[in-house]
């Protein structure tokens, strides 16, 4: 490619982003110029980023077998065009053999003060993919809707995937759904934790952790909201409507008392939905049955932490490793970026305790946390345990909005031979120039566990450059090393597209790492997962 084009060139000037949503929490650890496009009750969205010509690039379909069934997707993203953000939710059909012969699409698109939303819903989608020998594929919807996803393979029927064309940039999941989930009454009964997170109608950072209890078509709970930096509890009622063949159904959410939300869902399991907001605020989330059981001492052990979203002076994302016991936090090791400045180091004076009312409600599963971070921030957290071994997490303080995960660490102790095998990859966020602009990233490595990444290939759709989308990018001159084997701290550089990336990242299990960029090119955060046997 040319020089004009490259991560290191970012020759366009464009819409800065006022705003960041990190990928969406997902459970196994987590965007558009037509004429216009419609939806059940929708209008032509013109220019808005709804859809878009290819960004091109061939991945091979000789592992076209491996998706083969219905799936549920997810995204966040930003209009190419206008700087509109974007969230994207559905489901679609893969046959197997390159074909996606059903499927259905909510969108919801914002501009600064609400002024250009538009809400494309339900609108139904069919067209092909192709997946290759590494697991990289290209996911094309050509009725309905015009868009372009490149996509990653990963194990347990999971994915990654960008939006890849010329309307937006966008990052995400997906993930396999159980068909015969497809009810509300098939649906566990019972509690779930729920969060989300995105834009309110004003361009603001807005996001909500909660629990509600499922009984028939309702359910009631209570959450914590983050609405740019302004923290505040809740009441939550609910409803569902019936789904469609596609698992797709509609549902209402109220806030105290708020006008209620709308909102699409879309059923993975019994016991999991992905949600999208479909009204004046932009949002994406989903709720996951909450294991019964937990205590006040149910939050304990090693885990890893991973954060991303809009502080008081930029971008910020944070990843690492803690351990907690009897209420404090007794051992951490963190690395945060705070619009391109880099920190490391411990939590400090790190606490945590059990909380289970919100407001007169109350709830299951429940913990705060508070710590100064290795930037000195006076950090404040809320978790919502799913299980003993994963929840959400919304930061609740006056310093930032943060959304993400915390995840069990399941081994003591980690080398470079923990790194071994090949793995799904992707990593979403803003660079560091006056601009803003999202970068999505979404691909492949290979590692033989020796300190060397002997092979990868990446998808990138960058705003900042003068043609965003730039397929088939090989990794190379690409190692790791483990810093702190005791937290399964390590880094990791490679150059791609002529620029050179560096990450810290943190085991969760062998098979998958979260991690932050700290070079100068992009405040990101992403992930990697071992993948399957590709056809």
Do not use: W
Request: one cysteine or more; proline letters at 2%; hydrophobic letters at 40%.
């Amino acid at each position: 490619m040319s020089t004009s084009n490259n991560l290191v060139t970012r020759a366009r000037t464009a819409v800065k982003r006022t705003f960041f949503a990190p990928v969406l929490f997902c459970a196994v650890l987590a965007t558009v110029v037509l004429s216009g496009c419609a939806g059940n009750g929708s209008s032509s969205v013109p220019n808005s980023g709804a859809g878009g010509a290819s960004g091109g690039g061939t991945t091979g379909s000789s592992g076209n077998a491996i998706l083969s069934g219905k799936y549920a997707f997810s995204l966040t993203g930003t209009a190419t065009q206008t700087g509109a953000f974007i969230v994207e939710a559905g489901s679609f059909t893969a046959d197997g053999a390159g074909n996606i012969t059903a499927g259905v699409e909510d969108i919801n698109i914002l501009a600064t003060g609400n002024s250009n939303a538009a809400q494309t819903k339900a609108v139904a989608v069919t067209g092909n993919y192709s997946i290759g020998a590494d697991g990289r594929g290209t996911l094309n919807f050509t009725s309905g809707l015009t868009q372009t996803y490149k996509i990653a393979i990963e194990n347990g029927n999971h994915g990654q995937l960008t939006r890849f064309d010329s309307g937006a940039s966008g990052s995400g999941t997906f993930d396999v759904q159980t068909t015969a989930a497809f009810s509300v009454s098939a649906l566990q009964q019972g509690a779930y934790v729920f969060g989300f997170n995105g834009s309110d109608g004003s361009g603001n950072v807005l996001g909500g952790v909660g629990s509600i209890n499922l009984s028939g078509t309702s359910a009631s709970g209570a959450l914590d909201l983050n609405d740019n930096g302004s923290a505040t509890q809740a009441t939550v009622v609910a409803s569902f409507a019936a789904p469609d063949p596609n698992g797709h159904g509609t549902a209402t959410f109220t806030y105290g008392g708020a006008s209620p939300s709308t909102y699409g869902y879309d059923i993975i399991s019994a016991t999991r939905l992905l949600l999208i907001e479909t009204d004046a605020n932009g949002t994406v989330g989903e709720a996951d049955a909450q294991s019964t059981g937990l205590t006040a001492n149910s939050l304990a052990g090693s885990y890893v932490l991973s954060a991303a979203g809009e502080s008081n002076v930029g971008t910020v994302a944070l990843v690492g490793q803690m351990t907690l016991s009897a209420g404090a936090i007794t051992s951490s090791d963190v690395v945060e970026n705070i619009e391109g400045a880099h920190s490391g180091g411990a939590f400090t004076a790190g606490t945590y305790n059990s909380s289970n009312v919100v407001g007169s409600t109350t709830v299951a599963g429940r913990y705060t946390l508070t710590a100064t971070d290795p930037a000195l921030r006076a950090d404040g957290f809320v978790a919502y345990l799913i299980s003993p071994g994963k929840a959400m997490v919304l930061e609740t303080d006056a310093n930032a909005f943060t959304f993400g995960q915390m995840l069990a660490q399941t081994t003591a102790s980690y080398s470079v031979t923990s790194l071994s095998g090949n793995y799904g990859f992707g990593f979403t966020g803003f660079d560091d120039t006056a601009n803003g602009f999202e970068g999505d990233f979404v691909g492949q490595i290979t590692s033989a566990g020796t300190g060397t990444l002997s092979a990868g290939t990446l998808d990138i759709n960058y705003q900042g450059l003068s043609t965003p989308t730039v397929p088939n990018n090989s990794v190379t001159v690409a190692s790791y090393a483990i810093l702190t084997p005791g937290t399964g701290h390590g880094t990791m550089t490679f150059t791609a597209d002529g620029a050179v990336f560096l990450f810290h990242f943190f085991f969760v299990t062998p098979n998958q790492i979260e991690l932050i960029e700290t070079d100068s090119l992009f405040v990101s955060t992403g992930s990697a997962l071992i993948q399957p046997v590709i056809p």
